[in-house]
């Protein structure tokens, strides 16, 4: 048993370094190529990999209608998030980019809200308000490197991240977790084969520089499939809340890589709206913390 713990920790610790490390290799990638182009590359790269895996767990990827129908669902936390995401590298620095997505848990909070009529307790009211307040500090903050229209791309992609969770959920497509992520990956594959039309003109012309191309097979290796494999091991092992807890730590983690590795700046304003913002993440959860440790509490008892 504590054998297997450890291995979850390691794998935790995994995930948020990922999760962490993955908004620099989206900026990174970018500094030599078009957006969408690296946005296609990425998909079209990490879908044979993800294929192969498939083949060597022997999983299989059913094509019926609800399968599809689920795969569809997921691409929008794949493509559907990803091309806001990276269409905001213009406007923000990859620590602000990584902060905006640790207001995921709080957008699903909002839509499980006012679309499923589910219960939210005057503590998560309380922790979106001060999250909010802690994002509007860092958009007012004047920095160069964060302007409005960015976090406008990325409240979308926080959204359509959450819409697909949702969405997925609705579906229950008796789906293995790998399937159901190569599933969404071909979608996202497709979508991305239909923007070339669009985006042909901006085909790099000459080879990117060694740092494009290696945040490139970042983003497809690690990010895409590492993070899925990890992302899915601790789904089926831990509970939810602790794994939401990693939209937390990442965005701090983050903003610190940024700084250290891309030489972003981090005035008082930034750091503040981001520790403002953190706390409110932490109060959101709070409650959710209370009740797991009550129901730890009681099955210690029983056991």
């Known amino acids: 048993m504590p054998k297997i713990q450890s291995h979850l920790a390691v794998t935790y610790a995994l995930l948020v370094l990922i999760w962490a490390t993955t908004p620099l290799a989206i900026v990174?990638?970018?500094?030599?190529?078009?957006?969408?182009?690296?946005?296609?590359?990425?998909?079209?790269?990490?879908?044979?990999?993800?294929?192969?895996?498939?083949?060597?767990?022997?999983i299989r990827l059913p094509f019926n209608a609800q399968?599809?129908?689920?795969?569809?669902?997921?691409?929008?936390?794949?493509?559907?998030?990803?091309?806001?995401?990276?269409?905001?590298?213009?406007?923000?620095?990859?620590?602000?980019?990584?902060?905006?997505?640790?207001?995921?848990p709080i957008m699903a909070g909002l839509?499980?809200?006012a679309w499923f009529k589910q219960y939210l307790h005057v503590l998560q009211w309380c922790g979106m308000l001060i999250a909010l307040s802690g994002l509007g500090i860092i958009c007012f903050s004047g920095q160069q490197h964060i302007q409005p229209m960015g976090i406008v791309l990325m409240l979308i992609s926080v959204f359509n991240y959450a819409l697909s969770i949702f969405w997925v959920k609705k579906?229950?497509?008796?789906?293995?977790?790998?399937?159901?992520?190569?599933?969404?990956?071909?979608?996202?594959?497709?979508?991305?084969?239909?923007?070339?039309?669009?985006?042909?003109?901006?085909?790099p012309t000459h080879l990117p520089q060694i740092q494009s191309l290696i945040a490139l097979g970042y983003t497809v290796v690690v990010a895409s499939l590492l993070a899925m494999f990890c992302y899915f091991k601790l789904v089926q092992n831990i509970q939810p809340t602790t794994l939401s807890l990693t939209n937390v730590m990442t965005p701090l983690?983050?903003?610190?890589?940024?700084?250290?590795?891309?030489?972003?700046?981090?005035?008082?304003?930034?750091?503040?709206?981001?520790?403002?913002?953190?706390?409110?993440?932490?109060?959101?959860?709070?409650?959710?913390?209370?009740?797991?440790?009550?129901?730890?509490?009681?099955?210690?008892?029983?056991?």
């Open 28 to 58: 990174w990638s970018v500094k030599d190529l078009n957006p969408f182009w690296a946005l296609a590359f990425r998909f079209f790269l990490a879908l044979p990999l993800a294929l192969s895996l498939l083949l060597i767990f022997k």
């Open 67 to 104: 399968s599809l129908h689920s795969y569809l669902a997921g691409s929008f936390s794949f493509i559907g998030s990803q091309i806001f995401t990276y269409m905001a590298t213009q406007y923000l620095s990859s620590g602000i980019i990584a902060l905006m997505f640790g207001l995921t």
């Open 111 to 113: 839509m499980g809200w």
């Open 171 to 203: 579906i229950r497509a008796p789906l293995e977790p790998m399937a159901q992520a190569t599933g969404s990956i071909l979608i996202s594959s497709l979508v991305a084969l239909c923007m070339l039309p669009f985006i042909w003109s901006k085909f």
């Open 253 to 303: 983690l983050a903003l610190l890589i940024g700084a250290l590795l891309n030489h972003e700046a981090l005035t008082l304003k930034i750091v503040l709206g981001a520790a403002i913002l953190i706390i409110g993440l932490l109060v959101y959860f709070s409650r959710d913390l209370q009740l797991q440790q009550k129901w730890q509490q009681r099955f210690k008892k029983m056991s």
